[in-house]
Nanobody
């Protein structure tokens, strides 16, 4: 139904920057964001942003990453600055849609894009 396509991952050295993008098919999503998963680790929140612009960041990326979105293009971006080796992970784009008045949601996931931060 809804497809999320990520791009922008790659190999960078510590301290450098990357910009990820994710474009969703279909109607506007209520919330879009990024989660990441390192080998052997649980998937964790990176950042989310609602269609109204409310933003949430994971503690490990506050002050370094910036999330933004273009509602007309159904695209979410993640500007990653001051990258650390600990940021190495597969980054997954997430989209969420509220499906009823009780607030239930449906999640959609991209296939992920690999970010490797290494000297």
């Amino acid at each position: 139904q809804v497809q999320l396509v990520e791009s922008g991952g790659g190999l960078v050295q510590p301290g450098e920057s990357l910009r990820l993008s994710c474009t969703a098919s279909g109607r506007r999503l209520d919330t879009m964001g990024w989660y990441r998963q390192a080998p052997g680790q649980e998937r964790e929140l990176v950042a989310t942003i609602t269609s109204g612009g409310t933003i949430k960041y994971g503690d490990s990326v506050k002050g370094r990453f910036t999330i933004s979105r273009d509602n007309f293009k159904n695209t979410v971006y993640l500007q990653m600055n001051s990258l650390k080796s600990e940021d190495t992970a597969v980054y997954y784009c997430n989209g969420q849609r509220v499906v009823n008045v009780e607030g239930a949601t449906v999640n959609f996931w991209g296939e992920g894009t690999l970010v490797t931060v290494s000297s």
